[in-house]
T-cell receptor, first 109, second 115 residues
């Protein structure tokens, strides 16, 4: 199964952009890249997903490398409410949604 | 839309007792997932259903764990007998369809403590 690698933790200052990286060097051609985040004491929530092209929504942007072996979740202006664990997941044809350890984002005021 | 509803929010039980966790998916969603989260192992996929039928239960840790989905609006995860190492937060999630544009919607989890 394709797996992802993320840094354990990152820090950001409030109102600054945040770039959260994810490596997925063994990604297959049919795997979609999904991002979720988990706020304290809550279940994970969907953030964004993509296949090949960069994607934008109201929460974030997703930049996907041309070879698809890495991607970056971009929060354009971090707020204190963005402090969470961010998960990068590959959705494969077997329909598994398996989460890794994620990146714990700390936002400093 | 009430979202995915799990009950109870907290459960404290003694070792050896039977525990039943409940989940009501979002109406119309045809996929349902059970996850377990611990500090040591993170979020683990236990089992998932499609149209009430279990598709993959390879993540179920052992025979003490069982999951059912008797209808489209209700699922249970049962542990019998429970052990202290089962202490974790259990999440249920649902999804509409298999389309790549379908995100998972999670409940707020059940925190289980087995003493």
């Amino acid at each position: 199964d394709a797996k992802t690698t993320q840094p354990n933790s990152m820090e950001s200052n409030e109102e600054e952009p945040v770039h959260l990286p994810c490596n997925h060097s063994t990604i297959s051609g049919t795997d979609y890249i999904h991002w979720y985040r988990q706020l304290p004491s809550q279940g994970p929530e969907y953030v964004i997903h993509g296949l090949t092209s960069n994607v934008n929504n109201r929460m974030a942007s997703l930049a996907i490398a041309e070879d698809r072996k890495s991607s970056t979740l971009i929060l354009h202006r971090a707020t204190l409410r963005d402090a969470a664990v961010y998960y990068c997941i590959l959705r494969d044809v077997n329909d598994d949604m398996r989460f890794g350890a994620g990146t714990r984002l700390t936002v400093k005021p | 839309d009430a979202g995915v509803i799990q009950s109870p929010r907290h459960e404290v039980t003694e070792m050896g007792q039977e525990v039943t966790l409940r989940c009501k998916p979002i109406s119309g969603h045809d996929y349902l997932f059970w996850y377990r989260q611990t500090m040591m192992r993170g979020l683990e996929l236990l089992i998932y259903f499609n149209n009430n039928v279990p598709i993959d239960d390879s993540g179920m840790p052992e025979d003490r764990f069982s999951a059912k989905m008797p209808n489209a609006s209700f699922s249970t995860l049962k542990i019998q007998p429970s052990e202290p190492r089962d202490s974790a937060v259990y999440f249920c999630a649902s999804r509409l369809g298999q389309g790549w544009n379908s995100p998972l919607h999670f409940g707020n989890g059940t925190r289980l403590t087995v003493t």
